[in-house]
């Protein structure tokens, strides 16, 4: 067995011991609601995620054992899921996360010069989180809003017809936010 | 637009119909007889695939309606338009589908980035129950119906009406293997249609209007209208509701008002991502199913992303095989480990260091990864642009080799 091999199984011990964090009154009252939309509670195992992630800003292993638990999901079903969207954060994000797209019409539309103005102004790149805390930069599949490319969302905001110098401004907003 | 507008425009009128008698069979007849075909990319005629859904006394009592909004084709922006600007015309439509199948339950899936359209939807939706038009018994016909919006966490392959199933049941979207087919065995093992956005919004005019008035819509051989985009460097892009049977001209220089100054057409992706390049020559082909599919493309999504001179195509194909590599849902062997080494391979282009090699298992991957090689159709969309790229623009990946870079950068 390679060193590494060794680590990996202590990671799984690790995260196995770890214990479920009790779902506050909130989460649980949306959750609630939730179930009575569906005639499977199993259903709301990704709305639970995101209603977790809501009031928690991401989904940790105490959060998602939390739900797991409430909604009788075999801890490994739920992570299979958690770990299937694209929109569940497993690990901490910035306060505001920037849902950028660099599909095919933005990338024609230049969107690589405007990921470098957010690079220069914040020293991020995909999956990494601003020093303060405030953004955190993710690439996200097409956003369906072409004709006004490029664009990208910031938290529940969609920003279009991107420049560089818009990226200044933006940012500026959500921070005096 | 809210009910009041909605419903000062004939806004369910079609509701009026059914309360005075038209029966679901009825309306299967007519959606039948309009000829429409599903706007969701495929093109499958809606009324043969409604017809699917087992009637009668020994039919399961609970059936279920699914509106696929999941919208995430690269390069399409329609069902986003319909559902900020006119949630009722969806609504609509859900009740006289639901209203065919007879099922009393309907979830529509929902993109969980399309927070706006979320939020009109559920306004909507309150406002069609308080007039009766959804809930127990409407407008004493009998049939219930109640509509829930699900709202997604962002993954392709739930375009995919299978893999839209598991993830609407809570477990990974992967899809399910066919048959049983939906229409008999979907959500929790009942019937189930899953249609489109637009094709669902279709309905309201066919049935207030009639069969006759929708069919006198079209310019060409299919029935209707469609909604129609351009994206890319043209002077003005948008979507537009346009008849079928346009030329593509028209749509490209009369509505997107042609390229932006300086530039010239290269080439286009006639409705979506998964969709082969069509060239400048293909300009005056008609924007149809059958007229698309005659020149080796599909029409799809209808919306157009456009390829001008002075983008690069080997960059643009590699930005799209990148989004399906990506968005793979990891089940089959061909689509998980194939579209990422595609993608590599377009990295090596990018980077100056493609060769020769390089290009034959690009052309190779056409075939391994294309219809009937994998479990469901996202890698054989892949491969639309990958074999018609490598087919359209050959001298552009030649140059890449030949100058060991980007010949668009330098």
Request: hydrophobic share 35%; charged share 25%.
């Amino acid at each position: 067995m390679s060193s590494s091999d060794v680590k990996m199984s202590n990671n799984v011990i690790a995260s196995t011991a770890t214990r479920p964090r009790k779902l506050s009154a909130e989460e649980i009252a949306e959750i609630e609601h939730e179930m009575t939309l569906y005639p499977d509670k199993r259903a709301v195992g990704l709305e639970a995620l995101k209603i977790v992630q809501k009031y928690q800003g991401w989904v940790s292993d105490e959060s998602l054992l939390g739900i797991s638990r409430y909604l009788d999901i075999p801890a490994s079903d739920l992570e299979g899921v958690a770990t299937f969207f694209n929109l569940v954060y497993r690990q901490p994000v910035g306060k505001n996360v920037m849902l950028f797209c660099d599909s095919v019409s933005c990338w024609i539309m230049g969107c690589e010069n405007i990921k470098q103005a957010i690079k220069d102004k914040l020293n991020i790149d995909y999956g990494e989180t601003s020093k303060d805390g405030e953004f955190t930069l993710i690439p996200v599949p097409c956003l369906g809003d072409c004709d006004r490319a490029p664009v990208m969302m910031v938290g529940p905001d969609l920003h279009r017809n991107l420049t560089p110098a818009a990226i200044d401004k933006i940012i500026l907003d959500y921070q005096n936010k | 637009m809210d009910i009041a507008a909605y419903e000062a425009s004939d806004g369910y009128q079609s509701l009026q119909a059914i309360a005075k008698g038209l029966s679901p069979d009825d309306v299967l007849q007519q959606v039948k007889d309009s000829g429409l075909k599903g706007r969701g990319g495929a093109g499958f005629p809606t009324g043969l695939k409604w017809s699917f859904v087992p009637r009668g006394g020994d039919a399961p009592k609970q059936k279920y309606l699914v509106v696929n909004a999941d919208e995430m084709e690269p390069g399409t922006f329609k069902d986003r338009l319909l559902m900020e600007g006119d949630p009722h015309l969806l609504i609509e439509g859900m009740i006289i589908a639901a209203y065919t199948i007879q099922a009393s339950k309907a979830y529509i899936f929902l993109r969980g980035e399309y927070i706006v359209s979320g939020q009109r939807l559920n306004r909507a939706i309150s406002e069609a129950a308080a007039r009766g038009y959804l809930g127990k018994n409407i407008l004493g016909t009998g049939f219930d119906l109640d509509i829930v919006v699900h709202t997604s966490a962002g993954r392709y392959i739930c375009g995919e009406e299978t893999a839209l199933l598991n993830a609407l049941e809570g477990k990974r979207a992967t899809p399910r293997a066919k048959p049983p087919f939906p229409q008999v065995s979907g959500l929790w093992g009942k019937p189930t249609i899953v249609n489109n956005v637009e094709t669902i919004c279709n309905l309201p005019g066919i049935i207030t209007y009639g069969v006759d008035w929708y069919h006198g819509l079209t310019k060409g051989s299919d029935h209707g209208t469609k909604l129609f985009g351009v994206s890319g460097k043209v002077k003005t892009p948008g979507c537009w509701e346009l008849p079928l049977g346009l030329p593509i001209r028209e749509l490209f220089e009369g509505y997107a008002g042609g390229m932006q100054d300086g530039l010239e057409l290269r080439g286009f992706l006639p409705g979506g991502g998964s969709t082969d390049f069509m060239l400048p020559e293909h300009l005056d082909v008609l924007l149809d199913y059958d007229a698309i599919a005659k020149v080796g493309s599909r029409l799809a999504t209808g919306t157009m992303i456009i390829l001008d001179n002075k983008t690069c195509p080997v960059g643009m194909v590699g930005n799209l095989m990148k989004f399906f590599a990506h968005e793979s849902c990891g089940f089959c062997t061909p689509c998980r480990d194939g579209l990422p080494w595609v993608d590599e391979i377009f990295n090596e282009f990018e980077s100056g260091r493609g060769s020769e090699k390089d290009l034959q298992i690009l052309h190779d991957h056409v075939d391994y990864l294309g219809p009937g090689r994998t479990f469901c159709a996202l890698a054989p969309g892949a491969t639309a642009p990958l074999g018609s790229g490598l087919k359209h623009f050959k001298e552009d990946f030649d140059q890449h080799i030949k100058q060991k870079c980007c010949p668009y950068k330098h």
